[in-house]
């Protein structure tokens, strides 16, 4: 029978019994269309209804619920106090309401709210009960999940703002607690308000025409921003948006996550910074000068004028690590790096390459000379005196300058060929300005012949030793010479030292060229021996590779017993540098040396800031001042009261001091004044051949003679 027959059935049963009962028929209509399950039992809890919502719902048909209890759809899961409390309710003629857990006839379990009324009799007895069941499932199931979103928004770090984009204004209608952790900003005090206050006076950041793009658009967006806090303090914010749509189609909302990477954001910054700046003095490195180079190309090109760059570096920087430490290396070079930016314009740039090598980018000249004047600026600058770990230092560097267009096109050529004219004007010595020319590039290709000429030179012939001689101010005579390797290349000609001797390290080769140079010059000896001329002991350069050589020793006592030379005529000299990498090392080959009767010098001396007392355990006759600081002791008081300086502490540990680079009559009475014992230079001598260095010798010719004096003399 169709459930409203049915319906009609149990109605028309009870008619005239109760006045419910008409009642109950003039709705049988609307609980069979209900889309809510409706249960009728009697006073004993029977099932004598049950509408098509309620059948549909639990999978059970009326013929199977009628006669039976509720308990045939019930799970066993709904606490045994509900049912207690649902039945003493009802029993007592009052309605119930409540959630209860049943089951289908699937088994699956459902929430349902159920609304229950007892009926009673004109006598007040309970007749039946009507219940009311709404399936919550998924309801429950959405709310817990809206629930379980809003707990999450409120707990979440991420701050959450949601607008409304309806209003003309878009204001801000919610933002969760991390919001106001974030922001500084309660809640109280941001609703209503447009978002765009965060940005503060900052409204011309790029990332925010992304978000009014997103706007716009009706779309997702992203931007990063730069926002401030209620006290003012900035804060990056990864700023990530999203609209919510309503059921006409239209955007209502937008929510909007706030992640703070402000710490991201530095440390970000700080790699950035790492990876572009030198740690230890703060300045660009290559790779940013290099873009800084470029970009200054760029605009030259543009506006139509000049770029020039720079290299410089510090004149034996390595003595004052091994002198007084690597930390106050850093710590000078630190003051230079302070005192370079310090005389640089603001379209100007100074960096550190390495080392004690700084790259200088002058952004807008208009020619080279003014490159030259910078440079010059930059060397006086420097030639000041430091005040390092508690000591005065002075120091001085030489430069190579490039310009853009006439040296190259490119940042790369430019720092390539201000390097070669660094390097090209160490060949005068240190302290020295060099403007590139392209003669000083050789190509690939000439290199790699060069390198190749350069392994068989010494079999062909084709080294030859010159001799500087070198003056006695208090015995007026010669009283030895420094021997100087050339290289006469059948083709090019003459080759300096600059330029063969690093290719010789590079090579290898620089030991066996080194062992040519003992033997050339202990076979000079004894020619002049053989010749009968008065000798004097002649010097030889010791590179710092051959001095850490395990036959340097054995070179030595060979070449002297081979040549028959008397092992006081020889005389070696080493850098500070080579002696200090090692000192014990050193300290041990010097004393074999030493034993065998060969002097020792120590060449390139005069940074003028050294304690001379840890020269105390190396056996050394004599220290030779560097020609940087003889050659401006006429003009500037630093350099002189270097020279000053080291001459009298020398003397103070019993050792001779020899002045090269002596190119005028000024410096030579300076020398004389400050106890010089000798003197070198081309002043009396460019280095010649054997036969020029030995003769007849009046130091008054060179000290009252004024066109020597200009121009200079050599020696007959």
């Known amino acids: 029978m169709p459930p409203d027959n049915q319906f009609s059935d149990w109605t028309d049963r009870h008619a005239g019994c109760d006045p419910m009962v008409d009642e109950l028929r003039k709705l049988r209509v609307a609980a069979h269309i209900s889309p809510t399950a409706i249960l009728i039992t009697d006073a004993e809890a029977r099932i004598e209804y049950a509408n098509p919502a309620f059948t549909r719902t639990s999978g059970y048909s009326l013929e199977e ?12 899961e709904t606490p045994v106090e509900t049912y207690r409390d649902l039945w003493q309710t009802i029993r007592a003629g009052k309605p119930w309401r409540g959630r209860l857990k049943n089951r289908t006839k699937s088994g699956e379990v459902r929430w349902e709210y159920q609304h229950i009324e007892p009926l009673t009799d004109a006598g007040g007895r309970i007749t039946h009960f009507i219940a009311v069941r709404e399936d919550i499932t998924e309801s429950r199931a959405r709310m817990k999940a809206l629930k379980l979103r809003e707990r999450a928004i409120e707990a979440t770090a991420n701050a959450i703002m949601i607008t409304d984009v309806r209003a003309d204004d878009k204001p801000i ?8 952790r974030t922001t500084g900003y309660r809640a109280d005090e941001v609703l209503g308000r447009n978002g765009r206050f965060l940005a503060g006076d900052n409204l011309a950041q790029p990332g925010l025409e992304e978000i009014r793009a ?20 900035p804060f990056w914010n990864e700023l990530y948006l999203a609209p919510v749509w309503g059921e006409d189609g239209e955007v209502e909302y937008y929510v909007s996550v706030i992640n703070d990477i402000s710490e991201r954001k530095r440390q970000e910054d700080q790699l950035e910074y790492q990876a572009s700046h030198d740690a230890l003095t703060g300045l660009p490195n290559r790779h940013l000068l290099r873009d800084r180079a470029e970009q200054a190309i760029q605009y030259a090109r543009r ?120 390097h090209r004007g160490k060949e005068e010595g240190g302290g020295t300005l060099q403007l590139y020319n392209p003669s000083m590039s050789p190509g690939p290709a000439d290199r790699l012949e060069l390198e190749t000429d350069l392994q068989y030179a010494a079999s062909r012939g084709e080294f030859q030793l010159l001799f500087q001689p070198q003056l006695s101010l208090r015995e007026r005579r010669v009283v030895g010479a420094e021997a100087l390797l050339r290289w006469h290349h059948p083709r090019r000609g003459l080759i300096s030292p600059i330029q063969f001797i ?26 002049w021996r053989e010749a009968g001329v008065a000798a004097v002991p002649v010097a030889v350069n010791i590179s710092g590779r051959q001095f850490r050589h395990h036959d340097l020793t054995w070179t030595v006592s060979r070449a002297l017993e081979h040549y028959q030379v008397p092992p006081e005529m020889l005389e070696l000299e080493l850098t500070e540098t080579t002696v200090a990498q ?23 001396f005069g940074t003028g800031y050294s304690s001379l007392s840890h020269l105390k355990r190396f056996p050394i006759d004599r220290l030779k001042i560097d020609k940087a600081f003889v050659r401006q002791i006429s003009q500037d008081a630093d350099d002189a009261a270097i020279v000053r300086t080291i001459v009298g502490m020398a003397h103070g540990l019993g050792l001779d001091v020899v002045a090269e680079g002596v190119e005028g009559a000024e410096q030579v009475e300076y020398l004389r004044d400050c106890g010089c014992d000798i003197l070198q230079g081309f002043y009396f001598s460019r280095p010649g051949v054997a036969e020029c260095v030995l003769g007849p010798f009046n130091l008054e010719e060179f000290t009252q003679d004024e066109d020597a004096a200009s121009g200079g003399a050599t020696v007959p």
């Open 303 to 422: 506006d139509g004028h000049s770029v020039a760059v720079m290299t410089l570096d510090i004149d034996r920087f390595n003595f004052v690590n091994e002198s007084l430490g690597h930390a106050a290396g850093d710590e000078l070079l630190r003051a230079v790096a302070e005192r370079l930016h310090n005389h640089l314009g603001a379209l100007d740039t100074v960096g550190r390459v390495s080392g004690d090598e700084f790259l200088v980018i002058l952004g807008a000249i208009n020619e080279a000379d003014e490159a030259l004047d910078v440079a010059s600026s930059l060397r006086r600058a420097l030639s000041r005196q430091f005040h390092i770990v508690g000591q005065n230092i002075f120091v001085s560097a030489g430069i190579g300058v490039a310009t853009y267009p006439l040296d190259g096109e490119d940042a790369d050529t430019l720092i390539r060929h201000s390097g070669i004219a660094l």
């Open 173 to 180: 209608v919610y933002v969760n607690p991390a919001f106001e």
């Open 65 to 76: 619920l009628v006669g039976n209890t509720p308990a045939v759809v019930q799970s066993g």
């Open 502 to 527: 690093p290719l010789a390290e590079d090579l290898g080769l620089i030991v066996n060229i080194g062992q040519w140079v003992i033997d050339a010059a202990c076979a000079q000896l004894r020619a």
């Open 214 to 233: 997103a706007l716009r658009g009706r779309r997702e967006g992203y931007a990063v921003l730069r926002n401030y806090r209620k006290d003012g303090t």
């Open 582 to 604: 090692n000192p014990e090392m050193a300290a041990a080959t010097l004393r074999e040396l030493k034993a065998m009767g060969v002097r020792i010098s120590l060449d390139d």
